[in-house]
């Protein structure tokens, strides 16, 4: 919702969140369109967020000191992990043991198993690791707060400073 102005424009609130600790480390390897792919390696991701909706009756979007802790128990979840896209076509991820065996053509990793997480993406790209936060935030905040009206959130992962992907929901 929006109020407008005397004027006849329209207000909007938002917050955005960017904190030094709202990071993780992790290794993955892009796949390109071609089929080749990277080298497995690593980054210290960073994680952005702007939240939009119509302002509580306290004057808030939503309480910094309740959603930092969600953010951040998002990016603690990444932490120090081996990202594996679940949705790529030819790539395999499967457990063995107490091991994760990921195959993508030649190639074969053999991972201690609770090191590994599979995401429900299709490349493990700074954008589909932003959609794939983004898309655990909005669930979280649907828990936490099942009556806010979010109009947009927008989550940016970023893989090397000035080097980020967003992914952006409007409802």
């Not at 207000?11 to 960017?18: A, G, K, L, V, Y």
């Not at 990444?78 to 990202?83: C, K, M």
């Not at 043991?97 to 198993?113: H, K, Q, T």
């Not at 429900?120 to 700074?126: D, F, L, P, Q, R």
Request: charged share 25%.
């Amino acid at each position: 919702m929006t109020e407008p102005t005397a004027h006849g424009a329209t207000e909007h609130w938002s917050i955005e969140i960017q904190k030094d600790y709202l990071k993780f480390s992790a290794a993955h390897f892009l796949i390109f369109p071609d089929g080749s792919a990277e080298r497995l390696h690593g980054h210290n991701y960073k994680v952005f967020v702007t939240l939009r909706t119509p302002l509580d009756k306290h004057g808030l979007v939503v309480n910094f000191k309740e959603i930092k802790p969600i953010v951040r128990a998002l990016c603690d979840r990444l932490d120090e992990h081996l990202l594996v896209p679940g949705q790529h076509p030819e790539l395999r991820a499967q457990r063995v043991g107490d091991a994760c065996e990921i195959r993508y053509r030649e190639r074969r990793y053999l991972v201690p198993f609770d090191e590994v997480i599979v995401l429900e993406i299709g490349n493990t790209s700074a954008e589909n690791l932003a959609a794939w936060f983004g898309r655990s935030l909005r669930q979280r905040m649907r828990e936490a707060w099942p009556s806010l009206q979010v109009e947009c959130l927008s989550v940016g992962v970023e893989e090397t400073p000035g080097q980020r992907g967003v992914w952006t929901l409007r409802e």
